[in-house]
């Protein structure tokens, strides 16, 4: 039993799209290295799909469809051929586009007693 209030809601997905994010960033430095950076393009897609169940059992619908884009541009198995400029800049947006959502995406608290 704690002394703090239970709040109405939790950012489930805060943690995730934070860490997706950081392995955005950390995947610069492997742009020209196919190797490594085939496995930073497993834990971003996997950390999107997180985000997109947390966004799915919110009900905040057009975060699914960004996550989507996240997951299919960023996919391993079937890999888009992207480079240059646009690249590095979509992999800021990305990371952009999985703090936000990490921020926005409230799930209610099952916990939450409303004081009347």
């Known amino acids: 039993m704690t002394s703090y209030p239970t709040p109405p809601f939790t950012r489930p997905a805060l943690a995730p799209g934070i860490l997706g994010a950081i392995v955005l960033m950390a995947g610069l430095a492997l742009l020209d290295n196919n190797s490594g950076y ?4 497993i834990v971003v897609s996997v950390f999107a799909l997180i ?13 699914i469809l960004v996550m989507a ?4 541009v960023w996919n391993p198995f079937w890999p888009l ?3 240059g400029q646009f690249w590095v800049a ?9 703090i936000i959502a990490g921020v926005l995406i409230k799930v209610p608290n099952p916990d939450y007693k409303a004081r009347k």
Do not use: C, E, R, T
């Open 38 to 41: 085939y496995w930073i393009k």
């Open 51 to 63: 985000v997109a169940v947390f966004a799915w059992q919110a009900k905040q619908w057009w975060w």
């Open 69 to 72: 884009v996240i997951v299919v």
């Open 81 to 83: 051929d992207l480079h």
């Open 90 to 98: 979509g992999q800021f947006l990305a990371a952009l586009g999985l």
